[in-house]
């Protein structure tokens, strides 16, 4: 009873410190409602049977639990070293029995694969002995279809399907249906299964270190054999009468099927059944290690394949290479009634196949581990992390950005004919009314990843079952239909903990993030970072006598949604309700506009729905926070030149992440250390840039020693070099060194070119010089629209109203840039702007003229302070826009009724009423 122990004490024991926090505001939630953890516990055990796993038994009770069984489970599977321990690990989570430990007296490489292979097939013997064999073969004959889709036109087709390939003869017509199937499953061994397995792993591991001595010598024969495209080392016979074979150095073509096959390098192509044990039927033991190469697996025909047990046990180990696995149903780290690996070490890998495949396990384990590099995942469906009744799936993937896929072949008819079905990601299944479902658990420690399912996806599980995804690390976007992202549906539980990174999470129906529906569980734990939610329905939610619980813990989030049970819901059925809590306790955050939840705010809902947007915790702190004080490599250079040039370096990097105390100190230390002695080395060594952030650290190193640079600035207002002298005269505005106000205007009065005149014109704006106004003005009509722009600019930060004079014309000005600049110009000058403005309008008899006059006079009020914006200043403005207010010019109407909205704070008109559209156009 190991693994209940151990779950014993994760439930009832202080609960993981690493979400902390965030249990004492869901108590506190509860505590709002008149709640607490015990009311989370009520019964959810409404239909019993045999097939129960203790696991999903104990969350069901205990929903506080779930996240400390994820970070538990991710916990412990990071640990481990060996292939024989995940076995383990799933062994316990199923049966709680720890698998037995193996031993081997063979020391030379064939002996001990024979030795493996009969210690292997004995526990597969002692899981199926209490079967008869009609019954075995009734049970091979029916379980290839067991995952097959009702939507696939040869769903049928695939009972019986390997008996074919095997050219096995049985009478077609008797097959079981589940009842009769799940009966005769309760007299399978499944600990035995996984001894079985765990055999086969510790073996396979052993056979690997003789391999990679073996080939470390250089005095090889080869030679050629049938069902193997170039030269192989030796071929074998196995217990059974099948075949062995041990490859060459060179690119092979393994065409036939082989039971083992060991493989030392080259880029090899596997065409064959390889690494897929069929029980009963052909070799129930198979496996394939690959030493190294960028590889091939290539059958979409063959069942089993690529890691794969069925009644039987089969492991695939790929040590080194950019891979490419396309296999076809039950493949690629998959168990039915057995165990199958799929193990991949380092590479840039693509996996490809169609049902129950990538970490699948059903009345056995399915495992899928990548180690290393970028990998995609593409699968039709029950897949990536799935467990079916009696089964463990777990896909996992320590390191890289990685795209997870699972659906595009099988349309969830009739519920919604527009989407496929996944089952993927994460998924717990049980057969309804008759058989708890297994434990599906995806797990990926680090990279910016893509998860996209469609219906039944991502932390989601149906029937007493367990579905888990942990994201642990990274910018990930979530992506699904219908039922997904920490959902249990029907009696199970789903839980999605992401602990790191900016994400984005889609659904586009509920249920979903952290929604459980019909006596279930649904938990979604975000901990860090800026998110982004879409759910039409979601976000903690208890739907039907359910559990929901959303919570995000740090972060600037987004949240939007569609239906009212939203962001903390939960409703009245059966005679009672449920329980839904929506938890976000740090960060600007941001709700739809029709959205319950609002930043700062604790709502209710529902029978017992409580929401929370609270400034509870601290925001993280970046790594790159951390002060940096100095610059090792100074300590290294003599010259005080080189060293300002480091610093000079470091203090105009880009601003951002890892780069924001780089910049920052290498500017500090030029001001506090070098003092005016950095202002002459930049003006002697710098000045000649295009580089906008060399001149922002420019500018903040000058300003600390405003006449210090202002000696220098005005040598280079007489430079030979275009570039310095516009720095120049740009610096003198960024310091407002309102000194130079004579120098610039006397510079613009000697008409220069285009390049000077704009930086000065912008200079003398940024100075407020109101003599430079009139010389300004000469400008406003320039063939160049970015001059006009620098007119209006330099206009806006002088505000005289002697800018007026130019201002006003440049509202019709062909350039929609200096047209809005303009406006801005007038709003600056307040009152003074306003009164021009009317006057202008009373004037103007073109609706466009009226149209942009009014939306000047709406900007200009919205700037003015709150006492000039008098009731008489309101009942003039509110005359002029009654005017208008019924006018056929919908661009005018809509200015008019804006003026009235500023004024007296109704709202907008609706499109039917702005362009006089027949009301029913618009219905």
Known sequence: MLTFIIFSFLIWQKPDTLWQVEQKYIYEGLNLLNLSKIDLEYDKHWIQDSFRIKVVTELMNHPMSVPDYILYSGRKIKGLS???????????EITNKPVISAKFRSKELIPLINEVFNLTKSHLDKAFIKLNPAELDSLLYTAPSLWADEADSLERGYVGALHKEFRVERDTGTTLETLELL????????????????????????????????????????????GVKGSVYEVFELPGGFKGVIGGPDDNGYIEDFAVIIEPGGNDTYSGRCAGAVGGLSSPVSFVIDLSGDDVYRNDKKLVNHGAGFFGAGILWDLSGNDTYTGFHISQGAGIYGIGMLIDEKGFDNYRGGYFVQGAGNFGTGILLDYQQDDVYHAYSWAQGMGGVWGYGLLYNKDGDDIYYAGGQYLHMPLDPDQFRSFAQGFGFGFRDVASGGIGFLLDCTGNDKYISEVYGQATSYWFALGMLLDEQGNDLYSAAQ?????????????????????????????????????????????????????????????TNSVGIFIDTRGNDDYCSREGMSQAGANWTRGTGGIGLFIDLQGEDRYAEKDKGKNNHIWTSGTYALGMDLEAVEPKKEPWEDTITTFSELDTMQSDSAKMARLFYYGSLWEVRADIPKARTGRRILINEFKEKAVEYIFKNEMRTFDGLKLRAIEEIFKAFKDTSAYYLYQGLHSENDTIVRNCIYLFGQLEYTKARDTLRFMLGQRPDDKITGVLIYALGKLKDTLAVPIIFTYYNHKKERMRLRVAEALQNIKDTLGLQVLIPLLFDSSYLVKIASMEGIANLGMKGLERVESELAKTQKNEGRTIFIKTICQTYNKLESENKTPELKKRLANIAQRYINSDYPALKKEAQRLIDLIEGRGMLKPDEIFLLPKDIMD
């Not at 060996?82 to 383990?88: A, I, M, T």
């Open 183 to 226: 009966n005769l499953t309760k007299k399978i061994d499944i600990y035995e299964l996984h001894n079985a397995g765990s055999t086969l792993a510790q073996g396979v591991e052993k056979i690997k270190e003789i391999v990679e001595k073996l080939f470390s010598e250089d005095n090889f024969t080869f030679k050629e054999i049938s």
């Open 82 to 92: 060996h292939l024989s321990e995940y076995v383990d690990f799933c062994s316990n």
């Open 483 to 543: 039922y997904s992202q920490g959902a249990g549906i029907h009696l199970s539980v789903g839980g999605l903990l992401d602990l790191e990174g900016d994400d984005h999470y889609f659904s586009r129906f509920g249920p979903a993030q952290g929604e459980g529906h019909d006596v279930a569980v649904g938990f979604l734990l975000d901990k860090d970072g800026d998110d982004v939610y879409y759910a039409s329905g979601g976000q903690g939610i208890g739907l």
